[in-house]
């Protein structure tokens, strides 16, 4: 299973593609020390991450256009290499989403 990386949230159930890029691309991003964050929206938030055999579960804390928020969520990897979960925020929203791996420039730096 390869969950590491930056994945790309390419749509939700909750919010249209407009709204998730407002601040740039929206993203989940697991380095291999464990650290993990997300973006979109005008959201941001670090997240702390369990894994189970088929993907992630987290708790997640951040801002969203300066008030704190946080909640929960999970992550399973597809058979096609994408991500399907959820992300909730505590007492409020929750949503669907897919993230599919960061897309990488072929051009040489």
């Known amino acids: 299973?390869?969950?590491l990386g930056k994945w790309r949230i390419v749509e939700t159930a909750l919010w249209d593609r407009d709204y998730?890029?407002?601040s740039g691309p929206a993203f989940?991003?697991?380095d291999d020390k464990g650290n993990a964050e997300m973006a979109y929206g005008a959201m941001n938030a670090s997240l702390d991450i369990g894994y189970t055999?088929?993907?992630i579960d987290f708790d997640w804390s951040g801002g969203d256009e300066g008030d704190h928020v946080e909640g929960?969520?999970?992550?399973?990897l597809q058979t096609d290499g994408s991500l399907i979960g959820e992300i909730s925020y505590l007492n409020g929203d929750e949503?669907?989403?897919k993230a599919i791996p960061w897309p990488t420039s072929s051009t040489p730096c």
């Open 1 to 3: 299973m390869r969950l």
């Open 20 to 22: 998730l890029d407002l």
């Open 28 to 30: 989940i991003e697991i």
């Open 53 to 55: 055999p088929s993907g």
């Open 72 to 76: 929960t969520g999970w992550a399973e």
């Open 95 to 97: 949503t669907t989403f």
